[in-house]
């Protein structure tokens, strides 16, 4: 066990980012950063040109999340030069001037490093990138290979109330139109509050966390048809839907499966990660 003076949530005012912000200030200093204008809470960042940033707010000894990047799949495809200096070009600046100043870093990564894959694995999988915003990641993961003081959280999809999905099938059940659900497309779907607990529980083990690469995934590998019928049965109950066959260019940027398991976030949250039938009554409850 370590003491930390300090987390830096690179993108605290995300999806994932604002949640960990939220609960890191309730164990200690902590500073968020968001790419609009600069506020008493959140230092201005932006990635695109990052500029002296470290030098004026990252000290020796924080926690850097890097939470911020351009995620969606089928931006990084279209546009990808913006995306690359975004998410590779300033990320990695970031990262290296962290790691320079003596701070650690966890770096919020993808499933989709691994590709394709119907069988259930572990870390131990050699990666095989999909798409542009997975070789993104993956670049900047071997980039910082073998360092100390770096270590790559691998998100599969993550559940909220807030998810895109979930927003979705929500306005379906306001709106009173079936929704139109992909399959086949199945992910280890992954609670919101784990992927937090988890990432506040890999800084303060870090030293006993010897792995530098780390799978945070549900314990269920999940279609979005299960998903739906899931978040139906929590509180949805006027959720109809229909079962739609993407096109092919549909999976050229994304895998149709990735059958992730995460051990080692079992190990941080000392049990399993909650299971999406749960996390939505949960969630659901909280909104209705």
Not at 55 to 62: F, T
Not at 249 to 259: D, E, G, N, Y
Request: hydrophobic content about 40%; overall charge negative; charged content about 20%.
């Amino acid at each position: 066990m370590r003491t930390v003076p300090r987390c830096v949530i690179i993108g605290a005012t995300g999806y994932i980012g604002s949640k960990l912000f939220a609960a890191a200030t309730q164990g200690g200093e902590v500073l968020g950063t968001s790419s609009t204008a600069a506020s008493p809470q959140y230092a201005h960042l932006n990635l695109a040109a990052p500029a002296d940033f470290v030098e004026r707010n990252i000290r020796p000894g924080d926690v850097v999340y890097f939470t911020a990047a351009i995620s969606a799949p089928d931006i990084c495809a279209s546009n990808p030069g913006w995306a690359r200096q975004v998410n590779v070009v300033g990320t990695g600046e970031v990262i290296e001037q962290a790691l320079r100043v003596g701070a650690s870093v966890i770096f919020f990564s993808t499933d989709a490093v691994y590709g394709d894959q119907d069988v259930e694995f572990d870390e131990s999988l050699q990666c095989s990138p999909a798409g542009e915003y997975a070789s993104m990641k993956h670049e900047i993961e071997e980039r910082f290979k073998g360092s100390a003081a770096f270590k790559s959280v691998r998100l599969s999809y993550v559940f909220s109330s807030e998810d895109r999905f979930t927003r979705y099938l929500s306005g379906c059940v306001r709106s009173g139109t079936p929704a139109e659900i992909f399959h086949p497309f199945l992910r280890s779907v992954v609670y919101r509050a784990d992927v937090v607990a988890g990432a506040l529980g890999l800084a303060a083990q870090w030293d006993d966390v010897g792995e530098q690469n780390i799978n945070f995934g549900g314990p269920e590998i999940l279609s979005r048809v299960q998903f739906a019928e899931y978040v139906r049965g929590a509180g949805l109950s006027d959720l109809r839907f229909e079962v739609v066959h993407p096109e092919p260019a549909f999976f050229q940027h994304r895998p149709r499966s990735i059958a992730m398991r995460s051990p080692i976030l079992s190990r941080l949250l000392g049990r399993s990660p909650l299971p999406i039938d749960q996390a939505a009554r949960i969630e659901l409850a909280s909104t209705n």
